[in-house]
């Protein structure tokens, strides 16, 4: 039985709130109309501040203001937590480590206390992970501190980047677009990230599924400047196989697994 307008529309904001993004193709499918259809429901939708269009669908209204570290901190936790064991396991002892402020990073360095390495960070949260850990040196880069992502990004912290390079840099994102590239909403941050990919010998992007097919403000990199991106089982097939013809991937499972 064919929907009416606004029972359709009304379907898509619920989808659209669960904070993933949503796409014209996959809508017209399910409910069974054109696309021109869906695209002016769209519209109307954008009208009314429920949703923002793009390029292929919609994503929700507050895309691109940037969350609190503690607002970050609680969404797809478990996921993360997987993201940062897989990720720590490609760490040796002796290495020198860059890690990037971001909620992903927290989760990796938990799963690199006691091991014999260097850990250079921008964040105050991941130095303090390593507080009472007699075998981790650490290195906090100095900068102004950014409160709400509780990190430290600058002209200081870019001229330290400069002078120094490292086995491994794991970077945070907002956001990772198959043509755009990795973004985040913050011009100053952007430009930081940008001098600790440059630091890196190996550069490894960490986010989870939530970050794909979105598009932030400030451009950090192009997904072909990385040598691995590490992301979650939550991500698409479809996704994957787009980012494999950028950059090599790495998909966490939850207990461990991984492919």
Excluded at 146 to 163: A, D, I, Q, Y
Excluded at 192 to 200: D, I
Excluded at 207 to 220: E, N
Aim: proline content about 3%; some cysteine; aromatic content about 4%.
């Amino acid at each position: 039985m064919a929907m009416f307008a606004e029972e359709r529309r009304a379907a898509i904001v619920s989808k659209i709130k669960s904070g993933a993004p949503i796409y014209v193709a996959d809508l017209v499918q399910e409910f069974g109309v054109s696309e021109a259809t869906i695209r002016r429901d769209l519209a109307v939708l954008e009208k009314m501040n429920l949703l923002k269009r793009t390029h292929g669908g919609a994503v929700p209204p507050n895309y691109g203001l940037e969350p609190t570290f503690q607002e970050k901190e609680i969404q797809n936790l478990n996921l993360k937590a997987a993201i940062g064991k897989l990720a720590a396991s490609l760490v040796k002892d002796g290495e020198t480590i860059l890690l990037d402020a971001g909620t992903t990073t927290l989760q990796l360095a938990s799963n690199l206390r006691g091991r014999r390495i260097t850990v250079a960070t921008n964040c105050i949260d991941v130095a303090n992970v390593f507080l009472d850990d007699p075998h981790v040196e650490v290195w906090l880069l100095g900068g102004i501190l950014r409160k709400g992502p509780r990190s430290l990004v600058g002209f200081l912290t870019n001229e330290s980047l400069h002078k120094l390079r490292f086995d491994k840099a794991f970077l945070a994102a907002n956001a990772v677009d198959i043509e755009f590239g990795v973004t985040t909403p913050n011009m100053t941050e952007a430009e930081t990230k940008r001098q600790m990919l440059l630091a890196g010998k190996e550069k490894i992007l960490v986010v989870d599924h939530s970050k794909l097919d979105m598009q932030g403000l400030c451009k950090i990199c192009d997904l072909n400047e990385l040598d691995l991106l590490i992301t979650d089982a939550g991500a698409e097939e479809r996704q994957i196989e787009q980012l494999k013809k950028k950059v090599r991937v790495m998909i966490a499972f939850e207990g461990g697994d991984r492919r």
